[in-house]
Structure formats: C-alpha cells, structure tokens
C-alpha cells in the first residue's frame, strides 16, 4: 500500500497542508484575485480542515506510525 510509506505519507501530508493553506487565503479573499473559490466562507473552513488533515498526516509520518 502506497500511503503505508513514511515517505508517501509525509509528501502527501505537506501537499494537502500547503493546498490547505492557499484555499484558506482564497477564501479569506486575501490574494485579490476574481474567481469562484475568492471571497468565499465555505473554502476557509474546507482549507483549514485540509490543512489539519495534511499536518496530521505528515506528523504521523516522521513518527513512523502506520495508519489504517
């Protein structure tokens, strides 16, 4: 199982965290950009929710803990 690697896990956690953080300042309407996902409340509370999961995931990564 590819997300049984602590390396997998670890990549795929700062991944979802750095993702979690631009729809966190997407949402916020902090980058002064037009579109669908700026301005929007729903899109902070999804980015912060991605950005715990993403640190969870890599934490539990370099502590070497499988998940399943």
Do not use: Y
Not at 39 to 49: C, Q, S, Y
């Amino acid at each position: 199982m590819l997300l049984g690697r602590p390396t997998a896990r670890l990549a795929l956690g700062v991944i979802l965290a750095l993702l979690g953080g631009l729809w966190i300042l997407q949402g916020l309407d902090v980058l002064g950009q037009d579109g669908g996902m700026n301005g929007r409340g729903e899109w902070t509370l999804i980015g912060a929710v991605a950005l715990v999961a993403g640190l969870a995931l890599a934490a539990s990564a370099l502590r070497g803990r499988r998940r399943l």
